[in-house]
């Protein structure tokens, strides 16, 4: 049984590759949940003033979501999610500071330590310019007002967490394949990923 995680930033396309991998796997999918984030959308008007409460929220949602994956069904081999929890910790060192930081770092250790880790991550990248594109296509409204600077921050970001990533990590360039569009290439992909997990 194998917990692949396919993760990077905003725009990349991980929940379409997590829906295509869990699909070929016959596996369990895990999607992050975004919209029902109360916070979100006064967190990218203003960061400074909602930052705590969003990124606390998502920490719980995720907490929740990842307790349920490791009493995964014995009916299901694998686990496909389209985040790994540790982003949550991630994402909160870019946009708090202080004490706020502090406590959320606290309680975040504190969760962290209940959950196992993943199997496998695969780490899709892709620059700021193709990530902006397809935010807009996707047509949010709450993510409209993203700049390239916060999405070069959150890019850095991954690259240094996976670089002293004690998970298995492969880095699949997102801008050189198109595995939504392309079934050659996400064919390839998907048995790319097979084998760096280990499955048959």
């Known amino acids: 049984m194998a917990t692949i995680v396919v993760e990077g930033p905003i725009g990349v396309g991980k929940t379409s590759l997590a829906r295509y991998l869990a699909e070929d796997l016959g596996a369990r999918l895990l999607v992050e949940v975004v919209e029902e984030n109360p916070f979100l959308a006064q967190f990218y008007e203003d960061p400074r003033r909602y930052a705590f409460q969003t990124e606390t929220f998502f920490l719980l949602s995720r907490f929740r979501q990842h307790s349920e994956l490791a009493q995964a069904s014995m009916f299901q081999r694998h686990t496909v999610a389209d985040y790994v929890f540790d982003k949550t910790f991630l994402f909160a060192s870019l946009t708090l500071e202080g004490a706020e930081f502090e406590l959320y770092s606290d309680l975040f250790h504190q969760l962290r330590s209940r959950l196992p880790s993943p199997d496998l991550i695969v780490y899709l990248r892709a620059e700021p310019r193709l990530l902006l594109e397809r935010i807009a296509k996707r047509g949010r409204p709450f ?58």
Request: proline share 2%.
């Open 143 to 200: 993510e409209v007002d993203i700049q390239a600077s916060y999405l070069e921050r959150i890019s850095a970001a991954y690259d240094d967490y996976f670089a002293h990533s004690s998970v298995p990590v492969r880095t699949v360039d997102a801008e050189a394949i198109d595995f939504v569009v392309n079934e050659d290439e996400r064919a390839s992909l998907l048995r790319d990923i097979r084998g760096w997990a280990g499955i048959a």
